[in-house]
Every structure is written in structure tokens, then in C-alpha cells.
């Protein structure tokens, strides 16, 4: 099974950003009085895991075109649980699924992390500019 | 969000003494927007569309384990539907609303989870239970979204080196003379327990059975119970002084 070599476990600076500072649904949950034992956000992370680890995209077209998976389950799981009991061992779950993710995608070079913390900034722009 | 309740109490919806509005968190986190920049930046760069994560989203969503707690009220009821649930699970998945194959959005299954549903029937002499030692397979379709403590290692690990141990501290004592089975879930099959019917039961409809029918009854951690019809609360304890295997 092909996982992140140990170099590849080394931190990430907009991930340590998050690890350090980001507040876990657990803690939002009890200070604002919310009962749902999820993050909203953990049915749109489990969809972005499982299409990627899909064996085949739609193309822009709309056409299934044959394509190994982005991320397979076996790889991202397998690194997922490394990270979980290294880099990420202080946070908690669903939350280090998603660290453990954006981790495996930029050592993978789907993104770095320039665009990230870029996206970031717009994101968090967006959400609190209403 | 002042306006808004002053705007639904003009319109005749906040009126004196109804249920009060959930409450819901009023921050914005830094997850939150990791995750959905996470996202953004996989449909930038041709990973998937955002039509295809929406639809993934929708059928995530609609997963939950009531289906698989139908299909055992069914077989307690129905011995012929119990024969086939045990003989080919994905056929008697359809009796319940599941299609393994045609349900997700591929069409063709899922990646993670592949479409081989076996059945495990519990006896008098026989305990089932599930785990994937490799990853976090599961039986999705019918099963929902597995639970923390059976994604960790801890669970992984320990439920195949003593599984009576493990049983125990779920608080299910088993018997000395009944033999526990570990079934190791896989890319290519999934597995959920058909727990026995327990006594108190008779006469209840399909429904009133699937409710005492948990989660954690399916994955084979917990037994049925009349009254009982929430899962065990367990805290995932991380290792203080982890010990460091070497291959």
C-alpha cells in the first residue's frame, strides 16, 4: 500500500494554524446549546471522501470517463489513522479526519498550501461578510 | 437576527408561547471553512464537479441504519425472509429500500463501500461481531456512517486479540460456552449481525421491533433489549504511553 513516507507526516503551517487555534464542534456545540453530535460540515467531508476515492469522474462534459481513484479509501484511512496518532492526536474527531485530509491532498499535490490558506481567507471572507 | 424574528412574528410565525427556535452555533469555524475551502479547490481543479458532490452529498445524507434494523424486525417475523437475508443479503436489502449496486451515485456501488452484504445469525451458541481491522469498512448502505470508536485502532486491534474483553466493556457479557465469531470486514464484503429476537417481544409489530434493533446491535457490540433503543454512549480514550510496534 502506497502511504505518506515520514517526511510526508511532517507538519503543515496552514494546518497547524488550525490545529492550534481551531475551535472542534464538540466545544461550539456545548457553549452555544446544539444537541446534533455533528459538525453540518461532516456530510459534505464524507461525500468529498468518497468521490474521491471513486474510480471514475464525470468530465466537464458530463461524460464517466475512465480514471483511477484521486485518493483511494485504503491509502487516505491508512494515513488518516498515522496522522491521527501522531500530528493530529490532540484533536478531535470528525476534525481530524478533515485536518488529516487537506494533509494527504497537499502532500499529494492536488493543492498546496499557498491556495489553501488563499481559499481560506475568501471562504472565511464570505461566510462572515453578511 | 433580530429583523428576521421581528419579520416571522408580522407575519403571524413567532407567535407567544410556541417551541422556541433551536439553537444553533452562531461562529464561524475554522474547520468549517477548511472544509469547504478543501472542497472549492477540488472542484477548481477538475477533481469533481460541483453537481457530483451534491449528489454524493444527498446520498451520504440519506444513509442511516434503519433500513438494516428493518431487515432484522423482518426476519424475526418472516423465517423464509430470514433465510434469504442469510443467503444473499444484498436481494433481501432490496425488501428494505436498498439497492447496494443502484442506490449510489455511480450507479455501480460505491468505492468504499463494495456490494457484498453478508448476514451473520446470531444463536443461542454463536455471537457475531463486526470490525474491519484494515480501514473502517462498513456496511453503509443499509448501516449509515459507522460510529468513532469502531474507525479507531484501539477497537480494531484489541476486538480480534480478545473479543470477549472487548465485548465486556461495551457491557455485553457473554457466556463462557458461547463461542464468539470476529468477522473482518473488507474491500469486497461487508458484514452486519442478525442478533437474536429477545424474549418480551411477542406480538410486536416490525416496527416496534426495529426500534429496540440499535447500531450497535447490527455491528454486534450490544444485544437487543425491549426499552432499549439508543446505542452506548463510550468515550474513545487515546493511549497515554502508546507502545511503538516494529514490523
Redesign the interface.
Known sequence: MATLEKADLAPIGVLE??RR?????ED??A????KNPD???K????????????????S?EGEAEAAG??L???ER??EE?ELS?TLY?GVP???RQ??A??HS?IRRG??DEE??AR??K???ER??SA | MAKVIDEAKKHGHGHEGEHPPAPMVEEVSDFEVLEMAVRELAIDKGLFTAEDHRRWTEYVHSLGPLPAARLVAKAWLDPEFRKLAVKDGVKASLKVGVDWIKSPPTQFGTPSDYCNLRVLEDTPKLKHVVVCTLCSCYPRPILGQSPEWYRTPAYRRRLVRWPRQVLSEFGLQIPPDVEIRVADSNQKTRYMVLPMRPAGTEGWSEEQLAEIVTRDCMIGVAVPKPGVTSNVKLPVHRAVHPVHHHP
Not at chain 1, 487555534?21 to 464542534?25: A, D, I, K, L
Not at chain 1, 457553549?31 to 446544539?34: A, L, R, T
Not at chain 1, 456530510?43 to 464525470?58: G, K, P, Q, Y
Open positions: 494554524g488550525i487555534r481551531g475551535r472542534p464542534w461550539l456545540a457553549q452555544y446549546g446544539v459538525p453540518p460540515w456530510v459534505t467531508l464524507d461525500a468529498t471522501c468518497d468521490i474521491l476515492a471513486a474510480e471514475s469522474c464525470a466537464a481513484s484521486v483511494p479509501v485504503l484511512r491508512a489513522d496518532s492526536a474527531f470528525p476534525e478533515l485536518l485530509l487537506a491532498m492536488l493543492f491556495e489553501l481559499r481560506m475568501e471562504v472565511q461566510l462572515t
